[in-house]
């Protein structure tokens, strides 16, 4: 069985940029969710989608952005970049979601933003 | 909101030692406990999980933890470590009422020294 994947592996972009960053569950899985990792604040929840919908958020700006396909592929979106948006960005699917279900890590997006 | 506090950053122990790293979250009627691991450019990896019965709960590669309720306590423990355990971990907790996301810890480095 895959794994979940995300593309790309690497991004270097620089402030007030855009960013768009991919992620493929495992097959089956419906629910995918979006944490944020830096060394200061750790992991970070940013949001999870369960069939195409938004199910819950973290305490992020409207800056960060996502959508999920009905295939369950899922993609967040970073407009108008900051430093501080440099990390690592982890995707996780689950079969129903992330509450009680093992979640399924992928490498991660690491985004440097100069 | 539910919170996690891993009490220690870094955790440095001797090859074949025992080790137990902390974990404590805020009380909640009912929660979901888990500890993940992650290890150097890679996703994290569940260790183990507590839903609900037994409060002693045996993970992969020879971990366990143990769930108490009155001290909202979920430490992780292995009698032993191997150089291959050296690893950031992670504690998180969910509200198993509300089915929230989970809520990391900011983690503990493991370091196994031969």
């Known amino acids: 069985k895959a794994g979940v994947t995300q593309t790309p592996r690497y991004l270097i972009k620089t402030r007030g940029q855009q960013v768009t960053l991919s992620c493929s569950p495992i097959s089956g899985h419906r629910s995918v969710s979006w944490y944020q990792q830096t060394p200061g604040q750790g992991l970070q929840f940013l949001f999870e989608y369960f069939s195409e919908t938004q199910r819950n958020k973290g305490n992020f700006p409207g800056r960060f952005s996502g959508r999920q396909f009905s295939n369950s592929r899922s993609e967040m979106n970073v407009s108008t970049l900051e430093l501080g948006d440099s990390a690592l960005y982890l995707c996780?699917?689950?079969?129903?979601?992330?509450?009680?279900?093992?979640?399924?890590f992928g490498p991660g997006t690491r985004l440097t933003v100069l | 909101a539910q919170s996690v506090t891993q009490l220690d950053s870094q955790v440095p122990v001797f090859e074949e030692a025992p080790v137990e790293l902390r974990c404590n979250y805020s009380?909640?009627?009912?929660?979901?406990l888990f500890w993940y691991v992650q290890y150097p450019n890679q996703g994290l990896q569940l260790l183990l999980k507590?839903?609900?019965?037994?409060?002693l709960v045996k993970g992969i590669n020879g971990f366990e933890a143990e769930f108490n309720k009155s001290q909202t306590s979920f430490h992780l423990r292995k009698p032993s470590v191997h150089i291959s355990d050296t690893a950031e971990y992670f504690c998180a907790v969910s509200d198993a009422i509300r089915n929230t996301p989970l809520v990391f810890g900011k983690g503990t480095r493991l370091s196994v020294i031969a």
């Open positions: 996780a699917s689950s079969l129903t979601g992330p509450s009680y279900n093992e979640q399924f």
């Open positions: 507590y839903l609900s019965g037994s409060t």
């Open positions: 009380s909640s009627v009912s929660v979901y």
